[in-house]
């Protein structure tokens, strides 16, 4: 049977209503999941994560600051202020005990993750982007060498975008470089690439958004590796030919991705006093999404546009003044296929594109253009 995953990439301005978050955690169907906090629980954080960087209370738990007024993580930056404290957890294999604390499924070797978080900012916001946020890690050995670096963070024009900078301590030979973490001399930069939806802009501040990466390490000896972003399931960036390790997946001993962090560093410093709050931090290996986190949207504007697989369907439905082309590209941008769509309908689309990963492109005079990829097995 032919299955087609479609990602749509559509600036729309969504308001979200979500679920009860009090269980999210509990309700959360999600093949292959290996970690979920919805920061419910009365235990220590220090019973799930290695470590938690509290930063004289800055970033700590609260009442009423999560999705639906649900606990939540609350970050506070002083005016001025760089480190607002972190959070970090162990996945998989680790080369230390001390990383390898409260670590999820501690002898697997995980060579492909997904992770998401919900995220919001404090209306009033002020300063645009403040860098980090979240990333996901090879630590290569106990001195904290980084085989490879995930990092999600803002950037952009007027850096008011996240992007997806992708990074690695290992040669193109298989050979080990790094020495320690951020060791950025020794790092090779595979190619940063923005988003497109202003999350850090004036009107999107007081916003929840649900931010999702996939990171997947390369074939020993191929450039097949991936990392890609979605917010609010709407994909804003991804690379898909990536040699992340050379050769060095193919020793056993040597390790996977085993880290996940949730950040608050600002490198210039916050230019004022303020908060922002995350709740319900997962990973897993297969695509966890934001529907558990989505009921409901009302868009500002009335170009809606839904895409979606129903068996060996594609199912959509746009609005009355939304119609275009939806163009198929091979990975080398050779166009195989068009569709003309509007209104509601579906297409089936076996014998049309053999099993592979393909890129897509929707344009309309009406609603504007979006893109992604898509993969037909």
Not at 121 to 144: D, F
Not at 285 to 311: D, L
Request: glycine share 10%.
């Amino acid at each position: 049977m032919t299955r087609l995953l479609l990602f749509f990439s559509v600036q729309w301005m969504f308001q979200f209503a979500a679920l009860a978050q009090s269980d999210f955690c509990s309700k959360l169907k999600v093949p292959g999941l290996i970690f979920c906090d919805d920061f419910e629980s009365s235990q220590a954080l220090t019973t799930r994560y290695f470590e938690h960087d509290a930063n004289n209370s800055d970033f700590v738990l609260r009442e009423g600051v999560g999705r639906q007024g649900s606990k939540g993580m609350r970050a506070l930056w002083q005016t001025g202020e760089v480190g607002a404290g972190s959070l970090l957890k162990s996945i998989g294999r680790t080369p230390s005990t001390y990383i390898g604390r409260n670590a999820s499924m501690p002898d697997s070797t995980f060579k492909e993750i997904y992770w998401r978080l919900d995220l919001r900012h404090q209306e009033g916001w002020q300063g645009e982007g403040p860098a980090k946020l979240t990333r996901a890690l090879v630590m290569a050995n106990a001195n904290w060498a980084t085989g490879a670096m995930a990092h999600i963070w803002s950037g952009g024009p007027g850096n008011v975008f996240l992007g997806m900078d992708p990074a690695s301590g290992i040669d193109a030979s298989g050979r080990l470089v790094s020495t320690r973490y951020n060791d950025f001399p020794n790092l090779r930069w595979l190619g940063f690439k923005p988003g497109n939806i202003p999350l850090f802009s004036d009107a999107r501040v007081g916003e929840w958004f649900c931010i999702e990466a996939h990171m997947k390490l390369n074939t020993p000896g191929s450039s097949d590796g991936v990392l890609e972003f979605w917010i609010n399931d709407s994909l804003q960036a991804g690379s898909y030919a990536l040699n992340w390790h050379g050769n060095w997946n193919s020793d056993p001993k040597n390790y996977g991705i085993n880290y996940i962090s949730l950040e608050n560093y600002w490198n210039s410093g916050s230019p004022a006093q303020q908060e922002r709050y995350f709740d319900n931090f997962v990973i897993a290996t297969s695509r966890i999404g934001c529907k558990e986190t989505v009921i409901s949207h009302t868009h500002e504007e009335r170009n809606e546009m839904a895409i979606e697989q129903y068996g060996e369907s594609l199912i959509w439905q746009l609005s009355d003044n939304c119609s275009g082309i939806l163009r198929f590209y091979d990975l080398m941008g050779q166009e195989l296929h068009q569709k003309k769509i509007f209104g509601r309908g579906s297409w089936q689309p076996e014998g049309t594109l053999p099993a592979g990963l393909y890129l897509y492109q929707f344009q309309s005079e009406d609603c504007g253009q979006s893109d992604g990829r898509f993969r037909v097995e």
